[in-house]
T-cell receptor, first 112, second 113 residues
Framework: ETGVTQSPTHLIKTRGQQVTLRCSSQSGHNTVSWYQQALGQGPQFIFQYYREEENGRGNFPPRFSGLQFPNYSSELNVNALELDDSALYLC???????????FGEGSRLTVL | QKEVEQDPGPLSVPEGAIVSLNCTYSNSAFQYFMWYRQYSRKGPELLMYTYSSGNKEDGRFTAQVDKSSKYISLFIRDSQPSDSATYLCAMSAIETSGSRLTFGEGTQLTVNP
């Protein structure tokens, strides 16, 4: 059974660019959540997808958007990148709408 | 004021010590309480998951929840150097989407051999 996998692991962008991060959920999990973790901080909830529909969103602007595909994998898109978007982006999956989340290793984004 | 407060440390203890990690929270709607361990440059790993008040034990780890005081704790017995990591408390409210967790900022723990 494979766990949650994310790609890319590291990337560098410049301010104003757009980025797409990808996540494959753990086998059997139909719910995917995305979190942003700034250096020295706890993760902050961005949004959750359940059966391809957005099902809850944190305090993030609309330039943060996402998708979930029929195989339950997911993408996080960020437009018009800002310096403060530099962070570790974590994807987590769960077998349903429960609190037991299983996290991937994250994608570390640096915005210059 | 943050919904979840956690002392960031750093906390340094000798091998074999009992470690106590704590979080306080302000949202009385929180019902599910978790502790995650995060090694440097890795994703968080679920350690303990509890619902409502009470204690839960798993090996060297014990989680306690006191909803009346809005206070949760994680105890690590016989701490090992491999326990050196950042420990994150997290919680969610029953009426929100279940995987919408609110995290503390994490406590950095170092266990010295």
């Amino acid at each position: 059974e494979t766990g949650v996998t994310q790609s890319p692991t590291h990337l560098i962008k410049t301010r104003g660019q757009q980025v797409t991060l990808r996540c494959s959920s753990q086998s059997g999990h139909n719910t995917v959540s995305w979190y942003q973790q700034a250096l020295g901080q706890g993760p902050q909830f961005i949004f959750q997808y359940y059966r391809e529909e957005e099902n809850g969103r944190g305090n993030f602007p609309p330039r943060f958007s996402g998708l979930q595909f029929p195989n339950y994998s997911s993408e996080l898109n960020v437009n018009a990148l800002e310096l403060d978007d530099s962070a570790l982006y974590l994807c987590a999956s769960s077998p349903g709408l429960t609190g037991e989340l299983f996290f991937g290793e994250g994608s570390r984004l640096t915005v210059l | 004021q943050k919904e979840v407060e956690q002392d960031p440390g750093p906390l340094s203890v000798p091998e074999g010590a009992i470690v106590s990690l704590n979080c306080t929270y302000s949202n009385s709607a929180f019902q599910y309480f978790m502790w995650y361990r995060q090694y440097s440059r890795k994703g968080p790993e679920l350690l303990m998951y509890t619902y409502s008040s009470g204690n839960k034990e798993d090996g060297r780890f014990t989680a306690q929840v006191d909803k009346s005081s809005k206070y949760i704790s994680l105890f690590i017995r016989d701490s090992q150097p491999s326990d050196s990591a950042t420990y994150l408390c997290a919680m969610s409210a029953i009426e929100t989407s279940g995987s919408r967790l609110t995290f503390g900022e994490g406590t950095q723990l170092t266990v010295n051999p």
